[in-house]
T-cell receptor
Framework: TQLLEQSPQFLSIQEGENLTVYCNSS?????LQWYRQEPGEGPVLLVTVVTGGEVKKLKRLTFQFGDARKDSSLHITAAQPGDTGLYLC?????????????FGQGTELSVKP | SAVISQKPSRDICQRGTSLTIQCQVDSQVTMMFWYRQQPGQSLTLIATANQGSEATYESGFVIDKFPISRPNLTFSTLTVSNMSPEDSSIYLC????????????FGQGTRLTVV
């Protein structure tokens, strides 16, 4: 069974600080996705990374896929209160079982003004 | 993207009863999934809803407890049967357009409380 270890589980920071969330596995994934979820809503896709070493930027968010496609990171620069939410990484298994995703444990981010 | 309507959005149920959750998608999709999520925690896959055949359940989940229907490519239901307080959770419907893409879209979830 492929697992995704996500850390940290909780993060409380002040507005303007930077932060990094990590997602690690001993297994290879064909792609990895990051989602953000707000209370009372379903997760919303932020980005998909597919190629080893790939870096994608979405405004103040930078996503990186490890060279071996086993790990990923999400870096937020100058965090704002609007960034508060649950961040989830999700990997598509290399054996690609019909579109199933494996989710990390999630990171609950709180950005205080 | 896909627009997914899930209902009810929340419910409080008595133990021993059953609740059916509906998931309606605005377009035909190949893959539909049902997840369970404890508040503030990650998602656990319950089953894959297969159109025209029995759902495929993950380890720890059984059809008698979580019967699933998928009569067509835009609609599915999940029933939580004979509920107990341990079933209190958020239940999410998800769709993936094709197995090569795997980008998932989610309904807003159903917050279930069993008393």
């Amino acid at each position: 069974t492929q697992l995704l270890e996500q850390s940290p589980q909780f993060l409380s920071i002040q507005e303007g600080e930077n932060l990094t969330v990590y997602c690690n596995s001993s297994s290879v994934f064909s792609s990895l996705q990051w989602y953000r979820q707000e209370p009372g809503e379903g997760p919303v896709l932020l980005v998909t990374v597919v190629t080893g070493g790939e870096v994608k930027k979405l405004k103040r968010l930078t996503f990186q896929f490890g060279d071996a496609r086993k790990d990923s990171s999400l870096h937020i620069t100058a965090a704002q209160p609007g960034d508060t939410g649950l961040y989830l990484c999700a990997g598509a298994p290399i054996y690609n079982q019909g579109g199933k995703l494996i989710f990390g444990q999630g990171t609950e981010l709180s950005v205080k003004p | 993207s896909a627009v997914i309507s899930q209902k009810p959005s929340r419910d409080i149920c008595q133990r021993g009863t059953s609740l059916t959750i509906q998931c309606q998608v605005d377009s035909q999709v190949t893959m539909m999934f049902w997840y369970r999520q404890q508040p503030g925690q990650s998602l656990t896959l319950i089953a894959t809803a297969n159109q025209g055949s029995e759902a495929t359940y993950e380890s720890g989940f059984v059809i008698d407890k979580f019967p699933i229907s998928r009569p067509n490519l835009t609609f599915s239901t999940l029933t939580v049967s004979n509920m107990s307080p341990e079933d209190s959770s958020i239940y999410l419907c998800s769709v993936v357009r094709d197995t090569m893409n795997t980008e998932a879209f989610f309904g807003q979830g159903t917050r279930l409380t069993v008393v």
